[in-house]
């Protein structure tokens, strides 16, 4: 019933997944941060 190859098949791609997510979590950080900056030294 639980196929131990095929989850240890699957880890790679659960690796991209998780290093995607990551990815984009950090670029969205960064622009708020970015933003934030900007936006108070106009005031």
């Known amino acids: 019933m639980f196929d131990i190859n095929a989850l240890i098949a699957t880890l790679p791609i659960l690796g991209k997944g998780m290093f995607g997510i ?11 941060s970015i933003l934030l900056k900007v936006t108070n030294k106009a005031k």
């Not at 990551?22 to 708020?32: G, H, K, Y």
């Open 22 to 32: 990551f990815v984009v979590t950090a670029v969205i950080v960064v622009t708020i």
